[in-house]
């Protein structure tokens, strides 16, 4: 019998030790995450859930997980200190602004969406500013390379 992606993933996070009720890591909840777009967004995976599932998914993402990556939050741009990827942010936002628009306007998910678009507009202007000091720098060595 074949299996679809959301019953693989499934499986996988059970093995794992991956399941949201419990302590929730940086590892749990991305592997939540993408069983959530999984079965909300992704349309391969074959059969429907029961409305039950849909209920259930929807309240542990806004009464566990929400919360936890919002009191996760650290104002840097190295990622590897942020509660969630930058990838998993925008899946999971898209998402949220188009099907689920209370849970997107919620105080907390708003304050993770500037956080989101926050760091975004500072590595966007890290990014030039070293552009320029390599620019800077190429300058200053075909000074001296010319004279």
């Not at 940086?26 to 859930?49: D, H, K, P, S, T």
């Not at 029961?50 to 259930?56: G, H, I, P, S, W």
């Not at 689920?100 to 507009?121: C, G, M, N, Q, T």
Request: net charge positive.
């Amino acid at each position: 019998m074949e299996t679809t992606p959301v019953q693989r993933h499934t499986t996988r996070m059970y093995a794992r030790r991956e399941e949201v009720w419990r302590p929730l890591t940086r590892q749990r909840v991305a592997a939540f995450i993408r069983l959530f777009i999984l079965c909300f967004v992704e349309l391969e995976n074959g059969l429907a859930l029961q409305r039950v599932t849909y209920r259930m998914l929807k309240k542990t993402l806004v009464k566990r997980i929400i919360p936890w990556i919002h009191h996760r939050l650290t104002w840097t741009t190295d990622e590897r200190y942020w509660p969630i990827t930058l990838t998993q942010f925008q899946e999971l936002n898209a998402f949220l602004a188009e099907h689920l628009p209370r849970i997107h306007k919620d105080d907390a998910w708003a304050s993770i969406a500037y956080f989101f678009k926050e760091v975004v507009v500072q590595r966007r202007d890290e990014y030039k500013r070293l552009e320029e000091m390599e620019k800077e720098a190429m300058e200053a060595v075909r000074r001296v390379l010319g004279q």
